[in-house]
């Protein structure tokens, strides 16, 4: 992991010019990887399945913040609940209300961002303009004492056209504006994660503040 703490120090200092926050995606990686950037001084990791996420999180210590990341089925919210760090990938009201049930059920509230799909690809995940505004105008309405929507998570196109993948993080920035403005109420709405290891840059320079990188910091995953 030496080389991996050198590209991990590197990456942070760009990230720090723009005060962008890094999640680790330590998803298939063995713990053993996770101590060696825990050690480096990371706090924020990110998983995107259930089980691995909470096999991870009882060897690992207590302080680390885990941001789930993956596409969240409804019978499995119960299970990380209890100390989940921030919710990335949201996607319908009806698993809202699942997050926001077991947070009443724990006493927490949750953070959550809603997943917007932006990319050309069938195979993505996420809500389109008009979804996410009936929900926000929900959210608003205060139904859901349990719930932080603290803003927006969304993937590029996964191809080399730099410029698609541009105005692909173009229109999620303005969305995220435009729902910023819209909804002053939810004064909590100001995280934009996007940004992968292939295109963070891309998305730092259209005004993401939290980037997801994973095989940058822990090579390849199988
Ligand atoms: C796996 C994953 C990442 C990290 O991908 P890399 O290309 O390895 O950086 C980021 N976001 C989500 C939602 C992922 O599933």
């Known amino acids: 992991m030496a080389a ?7 990456i942070l200092q760009e990230l720090n010019v723009t005060n ?65 760090y921030l919710i990335h990938g949201v996607d319908s009201l009806s698993l809202l209300a699942e997050i926001n049930k077991q947070g009443l059920k724990c ?35 205060g139904i859901f004492s349990n719930i932080r929507l603290k803003g927006l998570m969304g993937m590029a196109s996964f191809t080399e056209n730099q410029s698609q ?6 229109y999620l920035k303005h969305l995220f504006e435009s729902c910023k403005k819209k909804y002053q109420k939810l004064s909590d709405f100001t995280i934009l994660s996007m940004g992968m290891s292939s295109d963070y840059k891309i998305a730092i320079a259209c005004g993401s503040n939290m980037v997801r990188i994973g095989s940058l910091l822990f090579g390849s995953r199988s």
């Open 165 to 170: 993948i541009k105005s692909e993080f173009q």
């Open 107 to 141: 006493n927490r509230v949750i953070d959550c961002l809603l997943q917007v799909y932006i990319a050309k690809e069938e195979t993505k995940f996420g809500l389109n303009a008009e979804e996410l505004t009936e929900i926000l105008s929900t959210v608003q309405s």
């Open 20 to 84: 962008t926050t890094l999640i680790a995606v330590s998803k298939t990686k063995p713990v053993e990887d996770i101590v060696a950037l825990y050690n480096a001084g990371q706090r924020d990791f990110g998983e995107n399945y259930v089980q691995e996420l909470i096999d991870k999180a009882a060897l690992l210590p207590t302080d680390i913040q885990w941001h789930f990341i993956g596409h969240l089925q409804k019978n499995k919210v119960k299970y990380i609940a209890p100390f989940v």
């Open 4 to 10: 991996a703490i050198e590209v991990y120090q590197q």
